[in-house]
């Protein structure tokens, strides 16, 4: 077992961007100094809710400033840029870092990216997975090739060629699809924290049998299993600062999904609110059911 740091550069009230990104680093550099295996990133556009939008930079600087752990996005939003782009930033980092660099990623969450960017949330499973197999092939072999399904170019060499014989990756998944998607192939998965246990052992079984029916070794993926800690010698204390900095994320959460008008959806994603609210903020352990608090 590998036990890791997250940052989320989320930017709390009162505080600094400078303040925030200062912590990001402290962070990093921390994650190495105290003997961690590694140190996660989250990519987040125009809200507070996290302030590092370009993953590939923030991951350069921690890896710059240390020398053993693996850096690491959770991850990088596949559909909002083009897969050329995505695969020569990924080769550049597996290069400079020589293999400490991990292609964590996500199809992105919040309409309002999508808007932004100019691409289609309808269609961001298709196209995340879609870019992701891309990439993943183009730093195996060196060319990157499209099968025309959502973006068409003749084949390219991409350089530079990888530094790891097998690229450290990792995909969010939170539905069967992606879950089925990421089994079939053989590539781990990143089970998020904001889920209770029970859907955690779920999720595994169902991949673990997908997995297994597509020859994988199941005993040989390492899958990332996030958690929230808040350490202190007073349980108490401990519990409180937690909650207390949920809350104040759980609302910069909602105001990420309607920081347009007519943008305050997450498409499939609201149950999020409620496993947020009944689970993570009032400590209820494994909720029922669930509840949808998309029209606050």
């Known amino acids: 077992m590998k036990i890791s740091n997250i940052c989320f550069s989320y930017q709390?009230?009162?505080?600094?961007?400078?303040?925030?990104?200062?912590?990001?680093?402290?962070?990093?550099?921390?994650?190495?100094?105290?003997?961690?295996?590694?140190?996660?990133?989250?990519?987040?556009?125009?809200?507070?809710?996290?302030i590092t939008g370009?993953?590939?930079?923030?991951c350069a600087n921690i890896l710059g400033r240390t020398k053993r752990i693996q850096v690491s996005t959770m991850g990088i939003v596949l559909p909002t840029e083009h897969p050329a782009r995505h695969v020569e930033s990924l080769l550049v980092l597996d290069q400079l870092s020589k293999g400490r660099f991990n292609y964590g990623t996500v199809r992105g969450l919040y309409h309002k990216d999508f808007r932004v960017f100019g691409t289609s949330q309808e269609d961001s499973r298709k196209t995340a997975e879609n870019f992701y197999s891309m990439i993943l092939d183009a730093s195996k072999t060196g060319v990157l090739h499209t099968d025309g399904e959502v973006v068409e170019f003749p084949d390219v060499n991409v350089y530079p060629e990888a530094y790891s014989k097998k690229q450290p990756t990792c995909m969010t998944a939170e539905s069967?699809?992606?879950i089925t998607y990421l089994a079939e192939r053989g590539l781990p998965m990143v089970l998020s924290w904001i889920i209770p246990v029970s859907e955690k052992v779920s999720q595994m079984e169902l991949y673990n049998e997908v997995a297994a029916e597509h020859g994988h070794d199941i005993n040989n993926i390492e899958h990332i299993l996030t958690f929230i800690c808040s350490v202190n010698e007073d349980g108490e204390k401990a519990d409180s600062v937690c909650r207390n900095f949920l809350e104040?994320?759980?609302?910069?959460?909602?105001?990420a999904t309607n920081i347009f008008n007519d943008s305050n959806q997450t498409r499939g994603y609201d149950y999020l609110k409620a496993q947020w609210r009944e689970w993570v903020m009032k400590g209820l352990a494994d909720p029922r059911r669930r509840l949808d608090y998309s029209n606050e």
């Open 176 to 178: 069967s699809e992606t």
């Open 12 to 50: 709390p009230p009162g505080e600094s961007h400078q303040e925030v990104m200062e912590r990001f680093i402290r962070l990093g550099v921390a994650s190495e100094e105290l003997n961690f295996d590694g140190f996660y990133t989250l990519e987040h556009h125009f809200t507070e809710f996290g």
């Open 54 to 58: 370009n993953l590939y930079i923030a």
């Open 248 to 255: 104040n994320w759980y609302d910069s959460y909602k105001n």
